[in-house]
């Protein structure tokens, strides 16, 4: 329709942080010769890059005090148990996660401005987490203006049911493209990947298009990373001093981060709220990750003292 926005995106391991994306915004007057125009850049595109994806650009994205923002999530893949299939591999998402910004307030149109419309952790000003700092984030309002919604933090669980709807899909994506070439039954890649698991950060956006009509939010997947993206964030160049202060080995009591509570307070903020993560993260991926392998050779599930160990 006229007015519609879509995205050109590569795809590849040259793509990622804006690189090569373009906007198509189709109007009135040329709406086939705007989607001729689209699928021939998206061809160009994908000659540069190797792939590349067309589709409709979000125009209403959650916002964090502003500005754009998405949802870094964490999906687990583990191997199927010992004699087991492709199809009985096992995907789950961590019920946390972080939240990435762009640097500058959204403006929808401003579609030239990478600093508006391009979120990552480069131009997030700190540590932000899924699900606690949904309490800053609201709708964006596109097409009428309107007072500030109410914070998300109540649409948790809404979130979590539709991300978790995307591992049934992932999980056919997965199973499908693991076949013998000889046989096309279904095919782990190797034996030794029944004692592998492997973690990849998926990024969300929160589509907030709905929300003046019926208080609705549609969650959708924008890319699934090798790189987990799990480093603390530190915010842009200008809003934390550089060099960091120096931390040096764990055999140093300079390891420990307590002087610098007064001395650098955004460093020790930033470092223990990111431990804090970390502990939680493996916290969930432990007994999820690593000991179900090891129930595989007991004849019950690992003790509460060995899942404590």
């Not at 709708?139 to 669980?157: G, R």
């Not at 950060?201 to 924008?222: P, S």
């Not at 603390?232 to 200008?238: I, L, Q, T």
Request: hydrophobic share 40%; glycine share 6%; proline share 9%.
């Amino acid at each position: 329709r006229p007015g519609d926005v879509f995205i050109i995106k590569p795809v590849g391991s040259r793509a990622g942080c804006g690189a090569g994306i373009q906007i198509v915004e189709l109007t009135a007057d040329g709406l086939a010769a705007g989607l001729d125009d689209a699928e021939r850049r998206r061809r160009d595109v994908a000659a540069a890059y190797g792939n590349a994806v067309l589709c409709r650009y979000v125009r209403a994205p959650m916002l964090w005090r502003g500005r754009k923002c998405h949802l870094r999530m964490y999906l687990l893949v583990r191997g199927p148990p010992l004699g087991g299939a492709s199809e009985d591999c096992h995907l789950e998402f961590w019920r946390q996660g972080k939240i990435l910004t762009a640097l500058k307030p959204y403006a929808c149109a401003a579609y030239d401005d990478a600093a508006v419309h391009d979120s990552h952790g480069d131009t997030t000003d700190r540590n932000l987490f899924f699900p606690a700092d949904l309490r800053d984030c609201h709708a964006a309002c596109v097409d009428a203006c309107s007072p500030p919604t109410p914070d998300m933090l109540a649409l948790e669980p809404d979130i979590l049911a539709q991300i978790d709807a995307f591992v049934p899909h992932l999980k056919a994506v997965l199973v499908g493209g693991m076949r013998s070439r000889r046989t096309g039954a279904p095919l782990w890649t190797y034996p030794e990947s029944n004692f592998a698991y492997e973690v990849f950060g998926c990024d969300f956006l929160v589509d907030t298009a709905h929300w003046q009509a019926d208080a609705t939010v549609t969650v959708r997947l924008l890319e699934i990373n090798d790189k987990v993206g799990f480093a603390p964030v530190f915010g842009p160049p200008d809003a934390f001093p550089r060099p960091w202060p120096p931390v040096e080995g764990p055999d140093s009591p300079r390891w420990d981060l307590r002087p610098f509570e007064h001395s650098s307070p955004a460093f020790y903020q930033t470092m223990t709220d990111y431990i804090d993560f970390s502990d939680r993260f493996w916290r969930w991926l432990i007994p999820a990750a690593v000991l179900p392998f090891y129930a595989q050779f007991t004849d019950e599930a690992p003790s509460k003292r060995a899942r404590s160990d």
